[in-house]
């Protein structure tokens, strides 16, 4: 590639909320910017899970990172994926290629874990990517297909029953939703089967939902959750989970359907920058997020372990991500203009949102706390008002309108080569006539 | 199955256009109705090129058979796949169970056939079912994305040849939207390769495009789509389709993108039905739609063969289906009545549109034929307007509306295991670096 040219090649690897903000950040400033993403678009994340469950199509979330950097001359995109980065030599490796950079950000994020028992990972899937949503989806309708299907009342149940992994906001999400699909959505589409007696269960090891939430938030979502039917289990650990169902604590359950909403881990890229790392693969970096022995290389986002001045961690957000990425930006434009006193990065909390349900959903700005109604319409004008296009913004309002008149969720399409068979379904007895 | 209970047992095999009608049709009707689908639901396919060109996104062209029967309380749903037929029981077999009828629907409709040339189906996909659009979505927006990379020129272009196999109606639309896409849509998004550069080659073995329609309008048609920069083949036959591309006659052309729209096959459970088939295996029906040997056993849309009061077929598109739907419900509801005088079916012909980019396409009804913008605004009107939903309609206009306007396309979104990489890279020499 031609790494002659005269300007200083910034290289950004991945093109979340941290890497989109340092590159249009970068707009303008006299450097060529190399953006590079294994997917082909940007994910609106905070409602990727919309998608797993019926109620927005995938376009309504993601949009190609070429139509959102179009305009921006100094930026190349390019579909890839790095494998490994040489400080010494400079430069990013590819299966195909290599690019050399003056500045590299490092913006690969995280993706969910499984604490060790990867095992798990085919019968909970995680939400991350628009294909797991795809799956998540795939496995929730096909459920309810399959109890339809089944005569013997213990396995019927076994597919009526869903459990959610993980009390953050996701799991929140997902758990309120389910319950409603299950109540509102589904119960007259049946003949044989009665979606209102589908379990959902949300289990949390910790103590509370929500950590990252005020308390009397936490318990105010737990309440909200279980007046939709959710069935909320604190203080309980997942032991295993299998085809069958999973095991709380000791007790077994049969479910065949079981959600990970549960660990992170950062993306291996992490530990290839030889930088500290912390438990989940984050990279510690120094105040101003570049590496300790590299000042030309930055880690934003998922990825960064970035302690706060008050000691406390920033949060794995799209704000802080955001934040992160304007701050590098602002570091490359010093540098460029030999400003090399190295700037410390500080977050600006701008508050915590989880939806639960209809009107129903938790919020705290600073001393502020919400919740119900007054929650629920901040959460919802708040994730419109940051949906990427106009047009999307318009599509997600009309979606959501129609699905609060109507209960019935559009997107509700299985897809894929097992649109009959759920993926795991070889390995159930109620495959067995 | 309780086939105990005392209403007759109508069984529908199939929620296309035909299968749909039908149980809509035997709405109130004192039978008890099952439709079986192997998917979960109906699939809105004169607009599916849209998907498979990023235009539309799938839940906008598909809707669950469940909720759209669901008021309907004669009518139980199933996802399953029927396997055989045994007509001396009247019983159908799926997999895990049997299901005997009182009256058998058949509607399972045909598929893409590559004439015993099964082994272009990995270079060549064809458009029938979701999947199958997302495949080619992923294979035209890959195929920009692999051109940036590649610094071979001819490799480039390789990338940058589109060929269409087919002149029907999905082969003009396939061919005239891929132009506009890298002519309007995507020119600004790329640094290194001009998609302005690409070829798209439309190849028809017969004497003309759109062999249904008038030969003015296909004339009209081939004028157009070579206007939009559409290359148009007419009496070529393609010989050979690879990993390199297509032979065209005897003249080889490099194309890494080869997308499949001729040739229909019938669904092979068309075969079991022990009646006459065509050689495109469509059931040769009685007058009324029934087999000749079964009076209680109907085959309708485009699984069957039939001929108007004037010789020609009838044509395999949406409204025949419906009308044959509709017919065979009659002759259902007839048959209760006692009155078992066979009513033969009667095509009415409601005229042929064919879009092919902005403003354009051909029409005719009768002796009317238009084309251009009149033609495009009557097929606008139509689609939309027999788009089943009204929430689809509304969103359907919308992403069309803002498709015109932008020249963007909102589902240019890349997912599946290959996002990065085409289905058949591995086997194209542009792969090694």
């Known amino acids: 590639m031609d790494d002659g040219a005269a300007l200083p090649h910034v290289v950004i690897l991945g093109g979340g909320f941290g890497g989109?903000?340092?590159?249009?950040?970068?707009?303008?400033?006299p450097v060529r910017v190399t953006l590079v993403d294994r997917r082909n678009h940007h994910l609106f994340q905070p409602l990727l899970y919309q998608v797993a469950t019926a109620g927005l199509s995938a376009p309504s979330i993601a949009a190609p990172l070429r139509q959102i950097l179009r305009k921006q001359d100094n930026v190349t995109v390019l579909l890839d994926e790095a494998l490994d980065v040489d400080l010494a030599a400079q430069r990013v490796h590819f299966a195909h290629e290599m690019l050399g950079y003056d500045f590299l950000i490092v913006a690969t994020g995280a993706?969910?874990?499984?604490?060790?028992?990867?095992?798990?990972?085919?019968?909970?899937?995680?939400?991350?990517?628009?294909?797991?949503?795809?799956?998540?989806?795939?496995?929730?309708?096909?459920?309810?297909?399959?109890a339809e299907r089944e005569d013997h009342p213990a396995r019927r149940q076994a597919w009526l029953n869903f459990v959610v992994v993980g009390g953050g906001p996701t799991g929140v999400e997902l758990a309120g939703t389910l319950a409603e699909i299950a109540r509102h959505t589904l119960p007259r589409e049946f003949r044989r089967s009665d979606p209102r007696r589908a379990r959902v269960l949300l289990v949390e090891a910790g103590p509370r939902l929500l950590p990252a939430f005020d308390p009397t938030l936490s318990a105010k979502a737990q309440r909200q959750l279980e007046r939709l039917g959710v069935e909320v289990q604190i203080g309980t650990a997942v032991t295993a989970i299998d085809g069958e169902g999973v095991c709380l604590g000791n007790v077994p359950l049969e479910a065949y359907t079981v959600l990970w909403a549960a660990g992170v881990a950062a993306s291996p890229l992490g530990r290839r920058l030889d930088a500290p790392t912390d438990r989940?693969?984050?990279?510690?970096?120094?105040?101003?997020?570049?590496?300790?022995?590299?000042?030309?290389?930055?880690?934003?986002?998922?990825?960064?372990?970035?302690?706060?001045?008050?000691?406390?961690?920033?949060?794995?957000?799209?704000?802080?991500?955001?934040?992160m990425g304007r701050h590098v930006a602002a570091r490359i434009r010093a540098c460029l203009d030999a400003d090399s006193t190295p700037a410390p990065f500080h977050y600006r909390d701008q508050g915590a949102l989880a939806t639960i349900g209809r009107m129903a959903a938790v919020a705290q700005f600073g001393r502020l706390r919400l919740s119900g109604p007054p929650a629920w319409w901040v959460w919802l004008l708040a994730h419109v008002y940051f949906l990427i296009g106009f047009r999307n913004r318009l599509v997600v309002l009309l979606d959501w309108a129609w699905a609060y008149w109507t209960y019935q969720r559009h997107a509700r399409i299985v897809t894929g080569a097992d649109a009959v068979d759920v993926p795991t379904a070889d390995k159930r007895p109620s495959d067995i006539p």
């Open 20 to 29: 989109l903000a340092a590159a249009r950040a970068l707009a303008g400033a």
């Open 111 to 146: 993706t969910h874990a499984y604490f060790g028992h990867d095992d798990w990972a085919r019968w909970a899937p995680g939400l991350k990517t628009l294909d797991d949503a795809f799956a998540v989806r795939r496995r929730v309708l096909l459920a309810f297909e399959r």
């Open 280 to 323: 989940a693969g984050r990279v510690r970096v120094a105040a101003d997020l570049s590496l300790p022995a590299h000042p030309e290389v930055f880690v934003i986002g998922d990825l960064a372990c970035v302690e706060c001045t008050d000691g406390t961690r920033v949060p794995g957000v799209a704000p802080a991500a955001k934040q």
